[in-house]
């Protein structure tokens, strides 16, 4: 079965500090790839996507994804971390043999103190 | 530009009682999706619909029912609340199969069943 996993419930980091957050996928294909961001009362918002060729992804806000085959794994980094980086992400995985199909991480909860 | 819109925002609902919550969207998108959203566990899908009149359950149905009459709109229907509904629920729509189009989110309605 396809499943999603993002390794990590909770991450704090400290402002001007560089962050990454993990995502690793099960499925037999290559699927499509996301990342969102869920601020505090906020729905979600698409950060960055894979669906294919190059493998290292830049999305808004200064974040980036590398998609690595070998590990199933598309992680997500920002060099330097602002305060309003503070937030929810969730990777989540379109699979390419159905319409709709997309399954969601739990989530990684991401603190930034002073 | 309005996007996703949800209503209401938050709401109480005694066991057994019933409840819509609304969805609209004003981008023109075929595709739209509820989710239910609960602690650690990510985004779970409850019904989706490709286009007026056309919807399907996805992973989680049981305990609500969904209709789309028009593109715009796709309502989620409780119609006996239990305490096991207490969740947040996000409409999204997307212009094209989910695979590989960005999905869009209201901001969510928060539903506490007591």
């Known amino acids: 079965a396809q499943s999603v996993t993002q390794p990590d419930i909770h991450i704090t980091v400290s402002e001007g500090a560089s962050l990454e957050l993990r995502c690793n996928y099960s499925?037999?294909?290559?699927?499509?790839l996301f990342w969102y961001v869920q601020s505090p009362g906020q729905g979600l918002q698409l950060l960055l996507k894979?669906?294919?060729?190059?493998?290292l992804v830049q999305g808004i806000k200064g974040f980036e994804a590398e998609f690595k085959r070998s590990q199933s794994s598309f992680n997500l980094r920002k060099p330097s971390v602002h305060w309003s980086d503070a937030a929810e992400y969730f990777c989540a995985v379109g699979l390419t043999d159905s319409w709709g199909k997309f399954q969601f991480g739990a989530g990684t909860q991401v603190v930034v103190t002073p | 530009n309005a996007g996703v819109t949800q209503t209401p925002k938050f709401r109480i609902l005694k066991i057994g009682q019933s409840m819509t919550l609304q969805c609209a969207q004003d981008?023109?998108?075929?595709?739209m999706y509820w989710y239910r959203q609960d602690p650690g566990m990510g985004l779970k899908l409850i019904y989706y619909?490709?286009?007026?009149?056309?919807?399907d359950k996805g992973e989680v149905p049981n305990g609500y029912n969904v209709s789309r009459s028009t593109t715009e709109d796709f309502p989620l229907r409780l119609e006996l609340a239990a305490p096991s509904q207490t969740s947040v629920y996000f409409c999204?729509?997307?212009?094209?199969?989910?695979?590989?189009?960005?999905?869009?989110f209201g901001a969510g309605t928060r539903l506490s069943v007591l």
């Open positions: 499925y037999g294909a290559t699927p499509y």
């Open positions: 894979y669906l294919s060729g190059d493998t």
């Open positions: 981008m023109n998108h075929n595709y």
């Open positions: 999204a729509s997307s212009y094209g199969p989910t695979g590989e189009n960005i999905q869009y």
């Open positions: 619909s490709v286009g007026a009149g056309i919807t």
